[in-house]
């Protein structure tokens, strides 16, 4: 099972590592992982999407609560969430393409960046399962040149959020 995994983390030179080694000494891949600042700029909010059984990723999830840089950790996708990846996707199109491309992006509320044939390229900022909708329906009508993906940023629905709770 696909599990998104939220922790909030010390600005700590390290702190990455050991959060990544717990994953790999357990046999467990990495399939995205995105860091940024949180709005206390000592802590960073890591979101993590790895594949595994629930007892193994539960397992990790406690030993990375026990790491002294580690903050706090919550399984999003145990509750209800929002999550959203960002793509740039480019493409070369031939000359007939342009017009079912752009409904394509319209219908996904994408944006074009660059409108050129031979390096058209768009941004989409949806779910994993429409990223990959979209990249099977566009490449139907042109070369799929490039793909850059942040991988899944998530957010729980409820009211309580990931907080430091130092």
């Given amino acids: 099972m696909r599990h998104i995994i939220s922790i909030l983390l010390q600005n700590e030179a390290g702190a990455l590592t050991r959060v ?7 046999g467990y891949n990495i399939e995205s ?28 999830a ?17 509750d209800a969430h929002f999550e959203r990846e960002m793509a740039m996707l480019k493409f ?18 994408g944006k074009v960046l660059s409108g050129e044939l031979d390096c058209f390229v768009i941004a989409l900022t949806h779910n994993e399962g429409e ?4 990249i099977d329906e566009a490449s139907r009508h042109g070369e799929l040149l490039e ?10 629905r409820s009211k309580r959020g990931l907080k430091d709770t130092r």
């Fill in 20 to 26: 990544a080694g717990l994953f790999s000494t357990r």
């Fill in 33 to 60: 992982l995105s860091v940024a600042p949180t709005q206390d700029p000592a802590i960073s909010r890591l979101t993590l999407v790895s594949a595994g059984n629930d007892t193994g990723i539960d397992q990790i």
């Fill in 62 to 78: 406690h030993q990375l609560q026990k790491l002294v840089d580690v903050v706090q950790v919550e399984d999003l996708t145990r």
């Fill in 92 to 109: 070369r199109l031939p000359t007939g393409a342009i017009d079912p491309v752009m409904r394509l992006v319209s219908d996904a509320d």
């Fill in 131 to 134: 990223i990959n909708r979209f």
């Fill in 147 to 156: 793909v850059v993906r942040s991988g899944a940023l998530a957010i729980g």
